[in-house]
């Protein structure tokens, strides 16, 4: 056992079951060709902004935006990124 920050005991357990269901997963999606894979990525990833946006009444813009810009938040600046 183990503790978090607020000093609760967490179980360190993992369940097989879902460690075997996470292996099967990435043999499935390495099983894929590469054009089938990003496919897959693109289409997971414009379900999730549609879910974001109707969880959060927004339009797929709004919500778009909301994401990059909820991304910037608490990140430290970088001249490098700048361009300066």
């Not at 099967?24 to 879910?51: K, N, S, V, Y």
Request: aromatic share 2%; proline share 1%.
């Amino acid at each position: 056992m183990s503790r978090d920050c607020t000093g609760r005991i967490l179980s360190v357990m993992k369940s097989k079951v879902a460690q075997a269901a996470r292996d099967e997963l990435q043999r499935e999606m390495l099983a894929l060709p590469l054009d089938e894979q990003i496919r897959l990525a693109l289409t997971l990833g414009e379900e999730d902004l549609r879910l974001f946006a109707a969880a959060n009444g927004l339009t797929r813009d709004e919500a778009l935006l909301r994401m990059r810009t909820e991304r910037q938040v608490g990140r430290r600046f970088s001249r490098c990124k700048a361009g300066g």
